[in-house]
Every structure is written in structure tokens, then in C-alpha cells.
């Protein structure tokens, strides 16, 4: 058990739709990093957040967006959902925001989009 | 622009004998090397990382990399393999100076039968 946690587990919806990822980090970790794993493009960073402000961008489309509360968990929100987002989506966390850190991936979140 | 390949997708292995898992990369400077494993269903584990200094690093479970500037490689090695060890491998970049951004291989499968 990483200590990260991720919420749904699985997550089943519809075209268009719109939905909600949501990510608590390991107790004392400041930096969280969403991931979507898929199996035509592999496993790619999305983005970064660091003691709530942004910290990197990565692969994200404009149709994704995600943010990290005061509290430090972190949600990642997809909207206009298309069958291509269908993915396994994982959190990771660190404990501050260097590229030289370990980070501990949660179980992560399996989307489909029917 | 940078780069993570792992040129092996699939590996099969018999119990006891040694593995060892390619990853090339492509950076500009030295990058922050990582090697990651994925069981099925599970999120990903660190198994060791390469920052500087000396360029064979040890990490758990028995696995060692060695990194090598000319090659631009960070292979992953191990003497004797357990069925245990029977999971997805992943190395990663984390690339400094283009933003903090992180870069996956597509991974190598490791099949270990008795």
C-alpha cells in the first residue's frame, strides 16, 4: 500500500459526459501528478501540482483540467468525454515538487466511455 | 525532444536465471533516470533511481541499473529471477530543465515460467 488513494475505483460512462477523479496523497507529501495510462499510448504524465499551484504540464488536452485544494488532495476533472479517454488514470505523490523524487502511485481510476 | 525506449515489449524468462531490461533515452543533459514496476492491477513501484555519482545503483528487490552516458542506457538488471518478479517494468525520465516534465517507456512485459 503506497498511502496514495484514488477514488472510484472504476468509473463507467457515456460520450459527452463529464466526470470527476479524485486523488488524496500520502500523508505529508506536498506534490501530486496525474497520469493516464493507456494502451496505445502508454503511461503519460498529464500534469503537476505542488502545494496547490501548478507546477508542470504534460500531455493534458484542454478538455481536462485539474486542481489541489488546501487540504492537498487533488481532483482531475474530464469533460466532453470521447471512447479515446477510456484509460486506467493514476495519481502519484511526492514529497515536494523535484523530478528526482520517488513517487507513489496510487491504484488508480479505470475509465470507460461507452 | 525527449525520449524513453524500451525496445523489448515482451520477455520471457525461466526462474533463476538473469534478466536484464534495455531503456534507452534521448536528453540533452543527464537526466533523473527511474525504473518502475507494475503488477497486474496494482499502481507502480520505485525499484531505484540514478541521479550522479557512481553508475551502477542498487535497489529492492534484488535489481540493479547501471547507467552508461555513451549509450545513453539505464538497463535494468537482475542475477536470478523469482516468479514473484513477473510484472510490467517501466523506466522514466525526469527531465529538469524542459519544466519538470516525466517521460515513460511503453514498458517491458516480464513473463518468469518455472
Known amino acids: 500500500d503506497s498511502g496514495v488513494t484514488q477514488t472510484p475505483k472504476h468509473l463507467i460512462t457515456a460520450t459527452g459526459q463529464r466526470v470527476t477523479l479524485r486523488c488524496s496523497p500520502r500523508?505529508?507529501?506536498?506534490?501530486v501528478y496525474w497520469y493516464q495510462q493507456s494502451l496505445d499510448q502508454g503511461l503519460q504524465f498529464l500534469i503537476q501540482?505542488?502545494?496547490?499551484?501548478?507546477?508542470a504540464k504534460g500531455n493534458i488536452l484542454e478538455r481536462f483540467s485539474a486542481q489541489q485544494f488546501p487540504d492537498l488532495h487533488s481532483e482531475l476533472n474530464l469533460s466532453s468525454l470521447e471512447l479515446g479517454d477510456s484509460a486506467l488514470y493514476f495519481c502519484?505523490?511526492?514529497?515536494?515538487?523535484?523530478?528526482?523524487?520517488?513517487?507513489?502511485f496510487g491504484p488508480g481510476t479505470r475509465l470507460t466511455v461507452l | 525532444a525527449q525520449s524513453v525506449t524500451q525496445p523489448d515489449i515482451h520477455i520471457t524468462v525461466s526462474e533463476g536465471a538473469s534478466l536484464e531490461l534495455r531503456c534507452n533515452y534521448s536528453y540533452g543533459a543527464t537526466p533523473y533516470l527511474f525504473w518502475y514496476v507494475q503488477s497486474p492491477g496494482q499502481g507502480l513501484q520505485l525499484l531505484l533511481k540514478?541521479?550522479?555519482?557512481?553508475?551502477l545503483v542498487q535497489g529492492i528487490k534484488g535489481f540493479e541499473a547501471e547507467f552508461k552516458r555513451s549509450q545513453s542506457s539505464f538497463n535494468l538488471r537482475k542475477p536470478s529471477v523469482h516468479w514473484s518478479d513477473a510484472a510490467e517494468y517501466f523506466c522514466?525520465?525526469?527531465?529538469?530543465?524542459?519544466?519538470?516534465?516525466?517521460?515513460f517507456g511503453t514498458g517491458t512485459s516480464l513473463t518468469v515460467i518455472p
Open positions: 500523508s505529508g507529501d506536498l506534490s
Open positions: 540514478y541521479f550522479s555519482g557512481d553508475t
Open positions: 502519484a505523490s511526492s514529497v515536494d515538487s523535484g523530478v528526482y523524487n520517488e513517487q507513489f
Open positions: 501540482y505542488y502545494n496547490g499551484e501548478e507546477r
Open positions: 522514466a525520465v525526469g527531465a529538469r530543465n524542459t519544466g519538470n516534465q516525466f517521460y
